[in-house]
């Protein structure tokens, strides 16, 4: 537990006030929110000063008002952070973090497809999970999305009879 | 058919490879944009297979739940289960038994030998060594029907449970697996030896897909082809799950960044779960195999990591206090390797770019056919599969 704890520390002095929750959650699990202004500055902290080279995955969560967006990283594959930012439905933005971790590339495309969080900055949005014919407003991992309205998104959509 | 060949010879070709192939177990496009015989650029579209599992989850209970882990992936369904298990087991507060951590360690490295001899197989289908693709999957049957003495499954072993494993490994048992064991690794040894001195494996593979190590770092790559790049990276170590932390191993890992490096670490991982299994079976505790646990799962949430044969596989969960989760995330090892296996595309031969694929171990293991369309002309034409070959095996 000594480097999870020294971590807090280095984050602590690093963002202040804008580090908003803290939870250790037992040894190797480090669960930390801030908010979504000083997001990226976090992200390039842990990567370049903090030594967390590995971004394991992007997780999105439709809160109802809000969304969530975790990014979990890893300490030389031993430690997994979760850096959790919210951000309001209706203006779901963030910085991409592509020229800080080039591996995000795919992870922000995903995200991107399903919850329909808009990464500023990525080189190219294009649909990665959903067909190209999918409609533009109909993101399946939100929570006012059910499999019936799935099915009539997929059906409405599709050139193949019978589907 | 070879007219456009001919006439567009310097010029920049679009080829689609995909998404359709029989054996893959995750269909998936990528694009090639080739100058004469050069990858200049990739492009990869995946999804082609999304069945909406993480939606899925959400509408079932933890219970249904468990079955649906299982059959996210065919080859490695225990990874799967086992992450799942940790994760609802991390939410509610419970651990497995000793014995039931064993087991799990057991049947984990059991599918590791049955995932990693496949893919040595299909890799050396890939470069045209067919003799060798025959013998490793001769063998293979005998992990196989380890696994199915244990577990009565040679697919979905359905071993993992909530609170522990579902079956015991009794002690009439332990001989015949390590009768089988003995069997593979005296296989495996004569493959090794194969595959260090076999001059068609180390012209293909010798160089081709680099991988440098930087690149992977950046580009987040997994399992062993990160350890092909000279990384020290395992989860089983450095994260250590189940029984791992009692149980000593090497992680094994090569500098060559090329083809030849992963198949060299997947070939020494095998010799590695071979003597994980055996200390496991030496030293597994008495005492029950699993604990009851209640429907309902406390509000939280939890990161779960577990090293699968193809890398790190991380499950997120996140419960709100009924018998659903409210969100489940999975991340397998193929989708944090696509970013890497791209770069390794860049700058290689045509006829490299099957056993490149197939490096990162996606199965890929039959090509069907590829349309060529030529961008200028507009005109599209198919190689059969046995042209394909041919061009392969150039």
Known sequence: ?163 | MWRGFKTSYRSVIRVPFGPQHPALKEPENFTFEIDGDIVINVKPRIGYNHRGIEKAFEQRTYIQNLYLAERICGICSDAHTTCYAQAIEDLLGVEAPPRAKYIRVIIAELERIHSHSLWLGIAAHEIGFDTLFMYYWRDREAVMNLLEMISGNRVHYAMNTIGGVRRDIRSEMIPKIKKGLDFLEGRMKRYMEIVKQDLTISKRTEGVGILKQKDAMDLCAVGPTLRASGIKNDVRADDPYAAYDEIPFNVITYDGCDVLSRILVRSEEIFESIRIIRYALDHIPDGMTRIRVPMAVPPGEAVSRVEAPRGELIHYARSDGTTKPERYKVRSPTLGNIPALCKMLLGCHIADIPIILAGIDPCFACMDRITFIDVRKDEKWVWSMQQLRRHTKR
Request: proline residues 5%.
């Open chain 1, 1 to 163: 537990m000594k480097i999870e704890n020294s971590i807090i520390k280095k984050l602590r002095a690093l963002l202040g006030e804008r580090l908003i929750g803290v939870n250790i959650q037992k040894e190797r699990r480090i669960f930390i929110k801030v908010t979504r202004e000083a997001f990226k500055e976090t992200i390039k902290n842990l990567v370049n000063r903090l030594g967390f080279k590995h971004l394991s995955t992007i997780t999105g969560i439709d809160l109802g008002k809000e969304l969530e967006v975790i990014y979990h990283l890893s300490y030389k594959g031993a430690i997994e952070l979760s850096l959790k930012v919210s951000l309001p439905k209706n203006e779901a933005k963030l910085p991409t973090v592509t020229d800080v971790i080039p591996g995000a590339l795919l992870y922000e495309r995903e995200v991107h497809d399903l919850l329909g969080v808009i990464f500023e900055g990525h080189p190219d949005l294009s649909p990665l999970l959903l067909p190209e014919k999918w409609p533009r407003d109909v993101y399946p991992m939100r929570k006012e999305e059910n499999l019936e309205s799935l099915r009539k998104a997929i059906f409405e959509n599709s050139h193949v009879e019978g589907l």
